[in-house]
Nanobody, 130 residues
Framework: QVQLVESGGGSVEAGGSLSLSCEVS????????VAWFRQAPGKEREGVAV????????YYADSVKGRFTISQAVAKNTVYLQLNSLKAEDTAVYYC???????????????????????WGQGTQVTVSS
């Protein structure tokens, strides 16, 4: 069954905003970390932001810090990513991912790399025109 469902992607002009949502299935609701990754054509999938669900601790990639905000609605089992001041280089497919706690890395207790997350959504396209 589908465990993570993203929504909210779209097209926007540079400087605009979008809001992404990730509904986390009850089957993996115990996952302590939910992250947003993105992958642009020809590039590696990179971690954008993560939230540690028990204490809502947040981490961001330097490229989005101050522009993107990750948050959660616990009762809805949903994690959000607010994208503000969008740039053309933010254009990518954005993925929601869920995983457990890890024991090393800059985003403790959450992971930051692709292989540290075991559940993935289908992705949603974000296109920013300059």
């Amino acid at each position: 069954q589908v465990q993570l469902v993203e929504s909210g992607g779209g097209s926007v002009e540079a400087g605009g905003s979008l809001s992404l949502s990730c509904e986390v299935s009850r089957y993996i609701s115990s996952s302590t970390c939910v992250a947003w990754f993105r992958q642009a054509p020809g590039k590696e999938r990179e971690g954008v932001a993560v939230i540690h669900r028990p204490n809502s601790r947040e981490y961001y990639a330097d490229s989005v810090k101050g522009r993107f905000t990750i948050s959660q609605a616990v009762a809805k089992n949903t994690v959000y990513l607010q994208l503000n001041s969008l740039k053309a280089e933010d254009t990518a497919v954005y993925y929601c991912a869920a995983g457990g706690s890890v024991y090393g890395g800059p985003w403790l207790p959450c992971g930051r790399t692709r292989n540290q997350f075991g559940s993935w959504g289908q992705g949603t396209q974000v296109t920013v025109s300059s």
